[in-house]
């Protein structure tokens, strides 16, 4: 059964309201965009509730915090348990996670680098990025917005200030009739969506912008990567042009919040035959099997939610 309802959001180690989840409007992140975020999804499993490489995105968390200077309160194992405990509380299944890292406290003046570093965790139903029936595939565009060269905002945080780029091409994309952009780097290859990763398929063989590139490095991308290499396809990370998208048999989108969708076309473009094609549609299979908790060989992705007990009645002192 769905449940929907967000109750809850954990805040510097306390459960509050979700009404009362407030932070103050001087907060530093909130002025300059410093601030990092994750976006994690929970399915419901045959065994119950699951996070989604739980472990994974909150690795990359620390990571990014690390890129702006902010020291985390608190560690991979304290976090990880946090986002278990505000799933739980909130009972939502599928559920979108949302911990975010900032300063919140009045202060501003771009250069602060101390004051307090705070946590928040929240979870909301899950719903389609792209979009309902997403799945089916989606009408893109190459955005005239381009990705930012990692040597002025770098790629691999996943920081709140690099979504005025994702915003600014989602919104471009949007008001041109499209559903969704895909951004160039500066140098013309392929970068990424607004929020997914790319890939390209050619003769059965798989193509994603490599390690090198201005992109955020995807967990769904990593997932993507050891499922179609399991299936025996070959995997080839590299810089790819325009034309090689335009060309491509199949291309397709992966993200947390997208999952995978297929891209019908690309401007004035049909990719393929417009249709979701093969290879698309297996990995797209395995990925949703393994994210439901139906493939054993990738159960280790999956951190399994335990039911919230009642607190336990205190022994009198
Ligand atoms: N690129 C960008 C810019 C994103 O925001 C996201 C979503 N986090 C991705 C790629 C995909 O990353 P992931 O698969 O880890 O969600």
Known sequence: MMKTEAKKVWMDGELVDFADARSHVLGHSLHYGVGVFEGIRAYETPRGTAI?????????????????????????????????????????????????????EPGLGVKKMTGKVSLAIGVI???????????????????????????AIPSYAKAAGNYLNSYLAGVDALKEGYEEAILLDALG???EGTGENIFLVRNRTLYTPGTESDILMGITRDSVI????????????????????????????????????????VGQYMIGDGKVGLVTRQIAEVFYRAVQGKEKRYAEWLTPVPKLVAPAIRARP
């Open 52 to 104: 989604f490489r739980l472990k994974e995105h909150v690795a990359r968390l620390l990571m990014s915090a690390r890129f702006y200077f902010m020291q985390v309160p608190y560690s991979a194992a304290e976090i990880e348990q946090a986002i278990v405990d505000t799933t739980a509380a909130n009972d939502i299944v599928p559920a979108y996670i949302r911990p975010l890292v900032y300063r919140g």
């Open 125 to 151: 139903p899950a719903t389609k990025y792209l979009g309902p029936g997403s799945e089916e595939g989606v009408k893109t565009k190459i955005s005239p917005y381009r990705k930012p060269r990692s040597d």
């Open 189 to 191: 290859h392929l970068a």
């Open 226 to 265: 050891r499922i179609a290499r399991d299936l025996d396809y070959e995997v080839i990370e590299k810089a790819l042009s325009v034309n090689e998208l335009y060309s491509a048999d199949e291309a397709f989108f992966s993200g947390t919040f997208a999952e995978i969708v297929p891209i019908r076309s």
